[in-house]
């Protein structure tokens, strides 16, 4: 009972239950919310989840985040949008081919306290249902990477985290923290990287910001 509670009371004081209901899984709200996120997720390949996070939550998210910041990982690196070599042989018409400099840096999961609001988010089974049901997965796990299960990005400004191929199933992003300027986050619908022809294109357009 003690540790519904403890769920709930975490959830409760950081998402906005009036429009993700967390704490009635199976609801029709609950079930009404999902197939909106589902539907994006199919058209799209992406849902935006604007305004999860409660206003009084948010702040707490942002101090909590700057703190752990001072912890983070920095190696400006020159990358392609497939992490692999950059001076791997390609073709000349290859997206490949176009290198940009990655200046994110990373706190990784052991440098991240447990009473932060995202390490209480990831482990929280209330959450972790919400998730799985929007990829319409019975459940999902936490990785037993002790360091890249759950990662702070830290972007300073003037950096950018370039475009890139998760190689994961799916990700979630949480924003910490709203740019005073800039900060956009583009995404590519339907980009594969073993994919050719059209979508090939349009990758490498979007690669060049050309959309
Ligand atoms: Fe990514």
């Excluded at 919310?33 to 999860?52: H, K, M, V």
């Excluded at 409660?54 to 990982?73: D, F, G, K, T």
């Excluded at 176009?98 to 929280?124: C, H, W």
Aim: net charge neutral.
């Amino acid at each position: 009972m003690y540790k519904r509670q403890f769920q709930h009371s975490i959830i409760k004081n950081c998402v906005n239950l009036a429009k993700y209901p967390l704490t009635l899984p199976g609801d029709s709200a609950w079930n009404d919310t999902i197939d909106g996120i589902r539907q994006d997720l199919a058209r799209e390949g992406c849902a935006i989840l604007s305004s999860f996070i409660l206003p009084e939550a948010l702040v707490r998210l942002e101090a909590e985040s700057s703190a752990m910041a001072i912890n983070a990982y920095y190696r400006t690196e020159m990358v392609n949008a497939y992490n692999i070599d950059i001076n791997t042989v390609l073709p000349r018409w290859h997206p490949g081919n176009l290198t940009m400099e990655r200046g994110n840096a990373f706190v990784a999961r052991d440098q991240i306290p447990s009473t932060a609001i995202i390490q209480q988010l990831y482990t929280n089974p209330l959450f972790q249902s919400f998730i799985a049901d929007c990829f319409q997965l019975k459940r999902v796990h936490e990785l037993a990477d002790p360091f890249s299960g759950l990662v702070l990005n830290v972007i300073a400004p003037g950096k950018e985290h370039p475009w890139h191929f998760d190689t994961n199933e799916f990700t979630v992003s949480l924003l910490t923290q709203s740019p005073e300027a800039g900060g956009l986050f583009e995404y590519c619908p339907h980009a594969h990287p073993h994919s050719s022809g059209r979508a090939l294109q349009r990758r490498q357009r979007c690669s060049q910001g050309l959309t």
